[in-house]
């Protein structure tokens, strides 16, 4: 079992950046992949981006390939997602999530654990 806090999020104008955070606790995280989702108001939650358990593999959504980035610090038991470049349609709350089979992980119905989310919104 483990529980994940995100934090980091916030307001910032297009084309600025933020890093978000999810702090774990409990056993096995580094055992564990870890996804981003986000959801954004009256849309489904979507992939953004997954890491595998050593932080060796990752992957994202086409739409923030580049300007994105996945990583974790298995020391500290958090992952990161460090966010440049944002736009106003990456305004959405953002969700970290874990799975425990060390895979990276594409579909949110293959995490066991989710994070209650945090705000970011992007002006114009």
């Known amino acids: 079992q483990v529980q994940l806090v995100e934090s980091g999020g916030g307001l910032v104008q297009a084309g600025g950046s933020l890093r978000l955070s999810c702090a774990a606790s409990g056993r096995g995280f580094n055992s564990y992949a870890m996804g981003w989702f986000r959801q954004a108001p009256g849309k489904e939650r979507e992939f953004v981006a997954t890491i595998n358990w050593s932080g060796g593999s990752t992957h994202y959504a086409d739409s923030v390939e580049g300007r994105f980035t996945i990583s974790r610090d298995n020391a500290r038991n958090t992952v990161y997602l460090q966010m440049n470049s944002l736009q106003p349609e990456d305004t959405a709350v953002y969700y970290c999530?874990?799975?425990?089979?060390?895979?990276?992980?594409?579909?949110?119905?293959?995490?066991?654990?989710w994070g209650q989310g945090t705000q970011v919104t992007v002006s114009s």
């Open positions: 999530a874990a799975v425990d089979d060390g895979l990276p992980a594409f579909r949110p119905d293959e995490y066991a654990f």
